[in-house]
């Protein structure tokens, strides 16, 4: 008989505690859609403005050669740029679109290592690179990163013009101004 009590005080027990947890429950259930913003962002800044001037240096003494050795580095690239699955990466390429470079000179560019308050994958420098009318790649391997704005962020341009080729090349009738475009593409 006691062992009949047993059996059941635990079948008692046993329905107590299922009722408890077969009870109706109330819950509610909603979707949220996240969205990541394609972004790909470019621009030069400066302290002193974005429009440059390189030019040779004339000698104080009759014999002596025009120096062309000029530089400028007061430029500083900034980009946002935020990559996808199918474009891991991008670049950025820079050509002259407009002018051309005077007869007997060369210019060129380079993009620093990158420098500032940004934070993410930043692009490789592909060194120095003599402008011309074709897009060439500047900076490479740029994944999802921003670099900070204004100047002091991004990679420094320094601009280097120098004298190559032949001298008798050279004539002041052909000093021109030109137009250098820096583009942020997907690979």
């Known amino acids: 008989m006691k062992t009949t009590k047993l059996v059941l005080l635990a079948i008692i027990m046993l329905m107590a505690f299922s009722s408890a947890y077969s009870q109706d429950t109330n819950t509610d259930s909603h979707t949220i859609s996240i969205g ?60 002259i679109t407009a002018g051309t470079v005077p007869a007997g000179l060369q210019l060129t560019v380079q993009a620093g290592s990158f420098s500032g308050s940004g934070v993410g994958t930043f692009g490789t420098s592909a060194g120095v690179i003599t402008l011309t009318g074709t897009a060439q790649n500047l900076l490479t ?42 583009t942020l593409s997907d690979i």
């Open 36 to 95: 990541i913003p394609k972004v790909a962002l470019l621009d030069i800044e400066s302290a002193t403005g974005k429009n440059i001037s390189l030019q040779g240096t004339a000698p104080t003494e009759a014999g002596e050669m025009v120096n062309f050795n000029a530089t400028n580095s007061s430029l500083w690239l900034n980009y946002t740029s935020i990559k996808s699955t199918a474009n891991p990466s991008r670049n950025v390429s820079v050509q």
């Open 141 to 182: 391997g740029i994944g999802s990163a921003y670099t900070g704005n204004g100047p002091s962020n991004g990679h420094n341009l320094t601009y280097t013009l120098s004298q190559v080729g032949s001298y008798a090349a050279l004539d002041f009738d052909n000093s021109n101004t030109l137009t250098v475009t820096y």
